[in-house]
């Protein structure tokens, strides 16, 4: 079955501490997003991936950091998570960067206290 | 830069009745995409528009994109407690050759009393 998968589904963590969310697809995508959604604000784009080794900056990549070192993978990395990085995250990929259908995972919900 | 624009950005119907969300683009598109996000879920695709005018529709969905690919609409006739959710409306930045990613507009979250 193709799918986006993402871990964990739930964080709860204390300002300062290291995380990773984690995120895989299985249909061979060259192009991979992470997004955060927040009240009011839509989907955000944070970092995107156009294929192994190029990333690069979206809508809202600070305090964040994305690794590509495999094409199946995107990690997401908060270094030192702030409360201001509480949110829903989404990781995405579609086929190519532009006009693909994007198949989201099931999301991941992050409090920082 | 280019913005995604939607309205309204809730709508309450009873059960039954139609439903209308727009979207406006402040450049023109290349192509739209419209989601679905129901509660608890995650975005997922329904339709994507590539002609100007073109006109879609999927059982009680119909998708229209503007004559100068710049607006699209999603009209939901007799809606029923199955459409509850999210929808978003998404083009990508750029034109022909040069697409670049996704913008989402904010999304109309609509809800449905039975």
């Known amino acids: 079955e193709a799918q986006v998968t993402q871990n964990p589904r739930y964080l709860i963590t204390v300002t300062g501490k290291k995380l990773t969310v984690t995120c895989s697809q299985n249909?061979?995508?060259?192009?991979m997003s992470w997004y955060r959604q927040d009240p009011g604000l839509g989907l955000r784009q944070i970092y995107y991936?156009?294929?192994?080794?190029?990333?690069d900056k979206g809508d809202v990549p600070e305090g964040y950091k994305v690794s590509r070192k495999e094409k199946r993978n995107f990690p997401l990395i908060l270094e030192s998570p702030s409360p201001n990085q509480t949110s829903l995250y989404f990781c995405?990929?579609?086929?190519?960067?532009?006009?693909?259908?994007?198949?989201f995972g099931p999301g991941t919900r992050l409090t920082v206290t | 830069g280019q913005q995604v624009m939607q309205i309204p950005q809730y709508q309450h119907v009873q059960e039954g009745e139609d439903f209308t969300t727009y979207c406006n683009s402040s450049?023109?598109?290349?192509?739209i995409q419209w989601y679905k996000q129901r509660p608890g879920g995650h975005p997922v695709f329904l339709i994507q528009l590539v002609k100007s005018g073109e006109v879609k529709k999927q059982k009680r969905l119909t998708f229209q994109f503007g004559e100068a690919k710049k607006n699209s609409s999603l009209h939901i006739t007799a809606t029923q407690t199955t459409d509850v959710g999210t929808y978003f409306c998404a083009g990508p930045s750029g034109y022909g050759g040069s697409q670049g990613n996704l913008i989402f507009g904010k999304g109309t979250k609509l809800s449905v009393k039975p």
């Open positions: 249909m061979n995508h060259e192009y």
């Open positions: 995405a990929s579609s086929l190519r960067q532009g006009s693909y259908e994007q198949y």
């Open positions: 991936s156009m294929n192994v080794e190029v990333t």
């Open positions: 450049t023109t598109l290349s192509n």
